[in-house]
């Protein structure tokens, strides 16, 4: 696959770690909703960002990029950005794509910014006019972290089958909803997954821990999708 020379249209801070990068590729791109891209950072170094936008046929590129203190990987990736004004990237790649074909209730499992990977399947699922029921469960460190918390709201009220479901795993005293592991909130809320088709994007223990106790609820294997799954 032949990289791709984009332009860095804007850098923008969701988080005090979290960033909204938006790309223009100078040539045609093609993904499905659900897959990523490497950002070519040198000749044996590239480095894979889910990309957050749903595909529209546009040359635009969508990625949410953690940067903490200390995580080199991605603030490397966001200095040269910054630097250059242009990056290359090869795309789209991964397996854990949405299946558009046989459409099953959905359920979106997203850990911090594995949220990005889950909005591009949302973005495309909810283009699709039917009543299966869609819901995204995400889960954060704190509310504060939910950096489109507004957004999914909105859509949740704009799409009757959406649910939206925060998670927050160190709530504040205010908080009301759901706190702890993000996925022990799906297994408390859904007595059976046996209909269901599950994304999952966090960290590969969250994804481990989750796919067996899916398949205790009984989730079929072949319905749980994640890039994770590759590795694990």
Request: aromatic share 10%.
């Amino acid at each position: 696959m032949s990289s791709i020379c984009c332009k860095v249209e804007s850098i923008e801070p969701l988080t005090d770690i979290v960033s909204r990068v938006k790309l223009a590729a100078l040539s045609p791109i093609s993904f499905k909703a659900g897959q990523y891209v490497k950002v070519i950072m040198g000749e044996n170094d590239s480095r894979p960002f889910s990309i957050a936008n749903a595909p529209d046929g546009s040359n635009q590129i969508e990625l949410h990029i953690g940067a903490g203190a200390g995580n080199d990987y991605a603030g490397q990736v966001l200095e040269k950005m910054n630097t250059h004004g242009e990056i290359d990237i090869e795309g789209g790649h991964g397996e854990a794509f949405f299946r558009d074909t046989d459409i099953k209730p959905t359920i979106l499992l997203a850990g911090g910014t594995g949220f990005s990977y889950t909005y591009s399947i949302l973005q495309q699922r909810l283009k699709i006019a039917d009543d299966q029921p869609v819901f995204l469960y995400w889960g954060t460190q704190k509310l504060a972290d939910m950096y489109e918390y507004e957004v999914l709201i909105e859509l949740e009220k704009e799409h009757k089958h959406f649910r939206f479901i925060p998670v927050v795993d160190a709530p504040d005293e205010q908080w009301q909803g759901k706190s702890g592991w993000v996925h022990q909130a799906i297994l408390t809320d859904i007595v059976s997954l046996e209909p269901y088709q599950v994304y999952v994007a966090g960290r590969f223990e969250m994804a481990g821990v989750a796919r067996d106790d899916f398949q205790k609820q009984g989730l079929l294997l072949e319905n749980l999708y994640g890039d994770a799954y590759q590795f694990i």
